[in-house]
Every structure is written in C-alpha cells, then in structure tokens.
C-alpha cells in the first residue's frame, strides 16, 4: 500500500503524478499474487533456419534440411536383434524408445567451380508425415537459388533421397542441374514390372522424379571422380546400386555416408544389425561394416544423411562396433 497522505493533500500536477505513479504500481502488483507475470515479449513460436555453413579445405558447406523424418517404433525397422536390446540402447542414450526420427541432411558444396547437392529429400510424398518436403524453405533460408545448383548427387533411389528433384506439378525444381545416380539403381527403382509389388510407392515416386530429368541424368562408376573433387564408392545392399561420395578440398577429404547407417547408435553400436528397408540387409550389413572400418581407421571425418543435425563428425572403433562423435558447430565460418 501506499501511504494515504494525513495532511489536506497538495493538488499541484507534481503530487498528483506521484500519486497516480504509486496507484499504477499497486494495482499491478496485486493481481501478480494470484496469477504469474507476463514475460516482457510473447513467446517466439519459430525455430532458427533449418541450414549450417562451414568451410571445409577450399570449399564452402551448406547443410540444408528436408526436415525430420519419423519412423514409428524402431522394432519396426530395425531387425535381427531382440526388442528389449534395442529399448536399451535408445535408453542408455537418451533417446526416444517408441519413435525413432531421423534427420535429412542434405549438404551443398560450393568447390568454387560447382555447386553440388548431395541427396534430395521427400519432396512431394508423405509417406513418413508432414515434417518432411521442407527443402524449398531450407534453401531459400539458406540464400540458394535452385537455378543456380550444378549437380544433384544421390547415393541412391529411395523416395527419401531422390523425392525433390521435381515439384508437385512434376516439373524438374533445379533447372541447371545435372543429375547423377547409380545406373543400377536408375534400372531398379524405376522398373514399372515391380509396380505390383510392395515397392509400388517407391517405384512410383523414382519414376516421378527420375523420368523428367532422364535427359540429365548421369551415371558414375565405383571409383569414379566423376566431379572435381568427388569420388563414387559403391555401397551396395541397402540398394542394388548404394553410393557413398568422398569430397576432397585443398587435400581434404570427407566422406558424404548417404545410408550407409541410418541411425548414429543403433547401427553403430551393433552395426550387424539389419534395416528393414534395405534391398538386402546382409549384404548391406557387410558393407557397412567394411566402410565404416574404412572410415574409422582413416579418421576420414563424416557427413550423414539421417544422423542428428546438422550430421558433421567423425568415427571410431568402440567394441564391436562404432562410436560417431558429432563435430561442435562452429557459428563463425
Ligand atoms: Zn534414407
């Protein structure tokens, strides 16, 4: 309370500003005891944009998103190890147990002569929901003009790979861009005799985004440099033709992991495991486990698709399987 003056109040303008200051005062105090304060501003509601930059030897990195991309519960995808060990590791980790998500890190190099988009999102399909098709908006916050992407990579022709290269009207989205694949996965996932078969919306959406650029597309070879400062490392078992890319820089090197692994414990950790959407999973586990080795022993640092955001680190041997150390990101470039 204020004090309520004992003498005949003074009515000058000074007094009665001091007055109505102490009124103003106590009438917002009061009610704070029964309901919380308000904060100065309203919530903000919106993330930060959803890209990373960072340099690496000569070029520049930007690692744009297609946005999270849920897989339900992991027992669904994740085979050939009992429920409960697989409850476990997300535990010990701290990680969701009934929903694994994964990312979409799509990484665009500027070597200075090229601009190189590895991978391409969901696009159109929500096949996994509506957090993915976000590239469109990842780009643009990143300040990238579609027009102006020379090269689209893709490590192979899974919907979650392949899916922006057109747009909903089934135009190509990326006017200038060469496109290149695996010519073993081009066969396969656009195989319209496999339309009948459980991999119908698969095929459906490679056909979708493939058949308009036909023209652009280019097929690599294993151990091909087919771009400066990209070399192809055939991966197969996840799909017939899988394709892991080196990027080398001013003598260094990365290596983009495409889905070599999905998921930066489970198959890690137990790298033997098998994934449910693998073409076939132990020729896929076998592969991983020898490039992973690879990669490790080379201390080769690495860029994945799915892993946690923004998806840069490294790797190394732990037990009988690896570890992923995730790079910290650096906000000054
Ligand atoms: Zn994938």
Not at 104 to 112: D, F, H, L, R, Y
Not at 231 to 247: K, L, S
Not at 308 to 325: D, I, K, T, V
Request: aromatic residues 10%; hydrophobic residues 40%.
């Amino acid at each position: 309370m204020f004090n309520v003056p004992t003498r005949k109040p003074d009515l000058s303008r000074r007094s009665l500003l001091a007055l109505g200051g102490g009124l103003a005062a106590t009438t917002l105090a009061a009610p704070s005891l029964i309901t919380p304060a308000l904060a100065r501003a309203p919530k903000a509601g919106v993330q930060s944009p959803y890209f990373y930059r960072f340099a690496f030897g000569d070029a520049e990195v930007s690692v744009v998103s297609d946005g999270p991309l849920p897989l339900g519960d992991p027992s669904g995808a994740f085979l050939g190890v009992p429920k409960e060990e697989v409850t476990g590791m997300l535990t010990r980790n701290f990680l969701d147990t009934k929903n694994v998500v994964l990312e979409q890190n799509i990484p665009i190099v500027n070597t200075g002569s090229k601009l190189i988009m590895f991978d391409t999102g969901m696009g159109t399909s929500q096949l996994f929901g509506p957090t993915t098709g976000r590239l469109g908006k990842s780009l643009s916050e990143a300040g990238i003009k579609p027009e102006d992407i020379d090269a689209i990579v893709c490590s192979h022709a899974h919907i979650d790979h392949i899916g922006g290269i057109v747009g909903k009207d089934g135009k190509p989205l990326f006017p200038n861009a060469e496109v290149w694949l695996s010519e073993a996965d081009f066969k396969f996932w656009t195989d319209e005799g496999k339309l009948g078969s459980p991999l119908k919306a698969f095929i459906e959406h490679a056909r979708k985004n493939l058949m308009p650029v036909r023209e652009r597309i280019k097929f690599f070879k294993d151990g091909e440099e087919f771009l400066p400062g990209v070399t192809a490392i055939a991966a197969p078992g996840h799909t017939v033709g899988h394709t892991i890319f080196m990027v080398t820089s001013a003598g260094k090197s990365f290596c983009f992991m495409g889905d070599l692994t999905h998921h930066q414990v489970l198959l890690l950790e137990k790298p033997a495991m098998e994934f449910a959407y693998d073409t076939d999973p132990k020729q896929s586990a076998q592969t991983r486990i020898k490039l992973l080795g690879m990669l490790a022993d080379k201390q080769i640092p690495v860029m994945s698709y799915h892993f946690p955001w923004p998806g840069f680190g490294n790797l190394a041997r732990a037990g009988e399987g690896f570890r992923y150390y995730a790079e910290p990101m650096k906000m000054l470039l």
